[in-house]
T-cell receptor, first 114, second 113 residues
Framework: AQSVTQPDIHITVSEGASLELRCNYSYGATPYLFWYVQSPGQGLQLLLKYFSGDTLVQGIKGFEAEFKRSQSSFNLRKPSVHWSDAAEYFCAVGAWQAGTALIFGKGTTLSVSS | DVKVTQSSRYLVKRTGEKVFLECVQDMDHENMFWYRQDPGLGLRLIYFSYDVKMKEKGDIPEGYSVSREKKERFSLILESASTNQTSMYLC????????????FGQGTRLTVV
């Protein structure tokens, strides 16, 4: 069965420091992978997605993610974190066939210290 | 700009009430979803629909039902609200096809007292 694991429940990073959020997936074929961000009290916004091709994917707000098939990982990175990046981040694996739903990890909460 | 709109941001209902959560999308998407979000549990799929009048159970359908009479509208119904249904409810939609991204509404924070 498809699944997504985000090993870190909560991470605190200093403003200006680099960030890496981990995501591991279990999937039987080529995965479609997503990162979403949720600010407090809001819905989810898509940061980036991987379908195929270049394994380093660029997204909005200066985020990027790297797909590593050998490690079944899709980690999210940002070189310099801003206070406004404090939010909850969700990794998801995409529909494996038409008419199915995204499967989400449990999320990682990012706090940014000054 | 694409939009998924949930009718209420906050709702307070009494135990035993029948509750309707409404969701409308303006992107002509075939798929629509209802998720429930609780701290430490992430997003859990309640129901989804891939076409008008079609529905599929997700991971936690007990205590819920859905209705999709029109393509743009997907309603979540709590037949008899209970305190353990206090949660954030998120509606989403996506195009038909493999690996399509989902667009989310702002969420409805439901409190059952």
């Amino acid at each position: 069965a498809q699944s997504v694991t985000q090993p870190d429940i909560h991470i605190t990073v200093s403003e200006g420091a680099s960030l890496e959020l981990r995501c591991n997936y279990s999937y039987g074929a080529t995965p479609y992978l997503f990162w979403y961000v949720q600010s407090p009290g809001q819905g989810l916004q898509l940061l980036l997605k991987y379908f195929s091709g270049d394994t380093l994917v660029q997204g909005i707000k200066g985020f990027e993610a790297e797909f590593k098939r050998s490690q079944s990982s899709f980690n999210l990175r940002k070189p310099s974190v801003h206070w406004s990046d404090a939010a909850e981040y969700f990794c998801a694996v995409g529909a494996w066939q038409a008419g199915t739903a995204l499967i989400f990890g449990k999320g990682t909460t990012l706090s940014v210290s000054s | 700009d694409v939009k998924v709109t949930q009718s209420s941001r906050y709702l307070v209902k009494r135990t035993g009430e029948k509750v309707f959560l409404e969701c409308v999308q303006d992107m002509d998407h075939e798929n629509m979803f209802w998720y429930r979000q609780d701290p430490g549990l992430g997003l859990r799929l309640i129901y989804f629909s891939y076409d008008v009048k079609m529905k599929e159970k997700g991971d936690i359908p007990e205590g819920y039902s859905v209705s999709r009479e029109k393509k743009e509208r997907f309603s979540l119904i709590l037949e008899s609200a209970s305190t353990n249904q206090t949660s954030m409810y998120l509606c989403a939609s996506s195009r038909q096809g493999i690996g399509t991204e989902a667009f989310f509404g702002q969420g409805t924070r439901l409190t059952v007292v």
